[in-house]
């Protein structure tokens, strides 16, 4: 019999479909699925209306996340809303018996840098979490998207969700990132290029030689921002990079198991010949160091070019938003944006705070001190993440430099908890949204590498990486 | 939960005509506190509709008498952004019952599907001659019917697609998670199946 040749992404799929019926979505079945404060509450008061407990409480982790302080976090939350949704999650987890990693536990941390880190994250696998940023994941060569509040309360009742297969779309990337280019740059270059809905509809798979010769992480990050060009995923085949990263964590399988396991993930790659409904390709040549101008992450140019004119727009259409857009920013069409003096730099989120990342921002600003007009916020994706920090003596670094690791949480990513930039100001951030008033009211976002933050973190201004020694 | 049934709608149309509105627009994540699902419909579109005293922005749509009805018509790529159910549940506490709108992000129109949220695609073109219309005429009434797939406005009429399932789902009132507890058994088969990993 000859099989017809697959992408890993149907591989993946087909093997996870429970049912498929005619004009029906499959029901997909879900080896794990993560859980945070934010997007659960309803879920399981849900699940109470229902009268139904969790399917398979092994397959469900929990974290506090998204609305937890970066400071103090032995003390109670001070928001009285915030501190609610974290007990209302302490109290669900206990009540349905899932295993919950609270503040103040060794393995808190932001749901997508905990997953990978635990060796909860493998390859081969199906991953939700009622979180867009799920896509992280993927970079492990799975199936990991983010879903909402009513499939959350579907997958803990039934282990199962709803869905359409997404069409394929292949990105492939070849030959050798120049210097200060980093993988952040790579994924905010493909948003720029194809736009903030350039993938709506695709689970894209991420090939070619540069994306082979990344760590883990980088793939993370540019998995991460597969959703903000409206993929519904992202995902990397595993190699022996991601077998090594995967190895001895946690919760991964281990001796025996472990050699079988790999056995298995060999065989999820696509094969010769599959069809993908779209392919773009790209030379890493033409990447250079990334920044965002606008409101939105597609509006993104490399950090030497200069904001698009209104009559540089490809359709008419876009003028209205792409003005509203400026004048948010407080910028005009045509300018450039280097050396525009900038007030915050947050470096942090499920984009960009693992261990490599803050080596990476550790590597520039060594030995140097923050520009007097900014203020730094580097916050570590997790507890582990910031332990081994400390281990390398990163925070010492950073002390020297002027500012201080903080403890894990999303923290200014999203204007959630305790950490907003204020209205009006400017704000290098390493996370993956530029949105309006994503980071506090009126607060205005430009996105950028760890290299790049860290850079502005010395000048203080919009900065080109590449001038500074490395 | 179940949710109301939904066969035809007859509303004026509140227009929003911006494109690429995402979640933290239609809900900034300041508000997303909340451990139930109702009241968000309050802060709905909440740094347009008030400014940051928190008094209401006159010109703003839905601060605005010339505007009302159960209808919203929004400009491309609606609902972009984070994953929030929220923003679904804030159109829906608000009093919409339909979202128009030529392209919706992803999983907003599935969030909206489980929510008794009917997101209508309509064509460029239509969305414009929509958009002209209430213009002109803000008071214009226009039909939703689910049934037979058709929007019409001013004697214009476009059909629009939706999943037969959810449109199923839609008119009966029921959900994913009814039809998700009648697998149990294949379910059990395929968790013994996959707990190597
Ligand atoms: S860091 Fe930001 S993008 Fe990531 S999970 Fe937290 S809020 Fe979402």
Redesign the interface.
């Known amino acids: 019999m000859i099989l017809e040749p697959k992408t890993i992404f149907e591989k993946i799929w087909d093997s996870h479909v429970v049912k498929r019926a005619d004009g029906y979505p499959d029901a997909l079945f879900i080896d794990r699925h993560f859980i945070h404060e934010v997007t659960s509450p309803q879920a399981f008061d849900g699940l109470r209306k229902r009268g139904i407990g969790v399917f398979n409480t092994k397959r469900t982790t929990a974290t506090a996340d998204h609305n937890v302080p970066t400071k103090d976090q032995h003390l109670p939350i001070k928001e009285a809303l915030s501190r609610r949704q974290v007990e209302t999650l302490r109290t669900n987890c206990k009540d349905f018996g899932i295993e919950l990693y609270d503040l103040g536990h060794p393995f808190q941390g932001i749901v997508h840098i905990i997953g990978p880190e635990l060796g909860l994250t493998l390859p081969g696998m199906t991953i939700v979490c009622g979180d867009s940023h799920t896509s992280t994941h993927g970079a492990f060569g799975n199936i990991a998207f983010g879903i909402g509040t009513s499939e959350v309360e579907q997958v803990l009742g039934t282990q199962c969700v709803l869905q359409y297969k997404a069409k394929t779309m292949k990105i492939e990337i070849n030959g050798t990132l120049g210097k200060g280019v980093v993988s952040k740059d790579i994924i905010l270059y493909i948003i720029s290029k194809i736009s903030a809905s350039g993938a709506t509809g695709y689970f894209v798979e991420y090939t070619g030689d540069t994306i082979r010769k990344l760590s883990m992480e980088a793939r993370m990050t540019i998995c991460n921002m597969s959703i903000e060009m409206g993929a519904r995923g992202g995902l990397i085949a595993p190699d022996e990079t991601t077998f090594t990263y995967i190895k001895g964590r946690k919760f991964a399988p281990q001796g025996s198991a472990f050699d079988q396991a790999i056995e298995h993930w060999k065989k999820l790659r696509t094969d010769d010949g599959a069809r993908y409904d779209k392919v773009l390709t790209f030379d890493a040549a033409d990447i250079a160091p990334m920044i965002t101008y606008g409101t939105n992450p597609g509006m993104g140019m490399k950090v030497t070019d200069r904001i698009p004119t209104l009559a540089e727009l490809k359709e008419i259409s876009e003028q209205a938003s792409f003005k509203k857009s400026l004048d948010y920013m407080g910028l005009e069409p045509g300018t450039t944006l280097l050396g525009k003096a900038i007030d915050y730099v947050f470096i942090g989120s499920c984009t960009n705070a693992r261990i490599e990342d803050l080596r990476l921002v550790a590597t520039m600003v060594k030995g140097k001190k923050k520009a007097s007009n900014v203020e730094v916020w580097i916050i570590p994706g997790s507890k582990q993440v910031e332990e081994q920090a400390r281990k390398e003596g990163l925070d010492k670094i950073f002390e020297t430099a002027g500012f201080e690791l903080r403890s894990p949480g999303c923290s200014a990513c999203l204007g959630m908890n305790e950490d907003k930039v204020p209205p009006g100001k400017y704000c290098i951030s390493t996370s993956n949204r530029n949105f309006e008033g994503r980071q506090g009211p009126q607060s205005r976002t430009f996105l950028a590498s760890p290299l790049s933050a860290a850079a502005a973190a010395i000048t203080g201004r919009v900065t080109d990486v590449r001038e500074m020694v490395l | 939960?179940s949710k109301d049934k939904f066969t035809t709608l007859k509303s004026q149309v509140v227009p929003l005509p911006?494109?690429?509105i995402?979640t933290?627009?239609i809900i900034?994540?300041?508000f997303?506190?909340?451990?139930?699902?109702e009241g968000f419909g309050d802060n709905l579109f909440r740094?347009w509709r008030y400014d940051?005293a928190g008094k209401p922005v006159k010109d703003f749509v839905l601060n605005n008498a010339t505007w009302s009805g159960q209808i919203l018509a929004a400009?491309k790529?609606f609902g972009?952004?984070?994953?929030?159910?929220?923003a679904?549940w804030a159109i829906y506490d608000y009093g919409f019952r339909v979202v128009i709108s030529s392209?919706f992000?992803?999983?907003f129109k599935?969030?909206a599907l489980?929510?008794g949220l009917l997101p209508v695609v309509v064509s460029d073109r239509f969305l414009k001659t929509l958009f002209d219309t209430l213009q002109q005429k803000p008071t214009t009434v226009i039909t939703v019917d689910l049934e037979k797939q058709i929007v019409e406005v001013d004697g214009r009429k476009e059909n629009f697609e939706i999943?037969?399932?959810k449109k199923d789902c839609m008119i009966n009132g029921y959900?994913?998670?009814d039809?998700?507890?009648s697998?149990?058994k294949?379910?059990n088969e395929?968790?013994l199946a996959?707990s190597?990993?």
């Open positions: 939960m911006s494109e690429n995402d933290d627009q900034p994540a300041r997303l506190k909340a451990t139930t699902r740094d940051p400009g790529n972009s952004g984070s994953s929030r159910e929220h679904a392209f992000a992803d999983i599935n969030n489980n929510n999943n037969p399932y959900d994913d998670i039809y998700l507890l697998l149990k294949e379910v395929f968790d996959h190597s990993i």
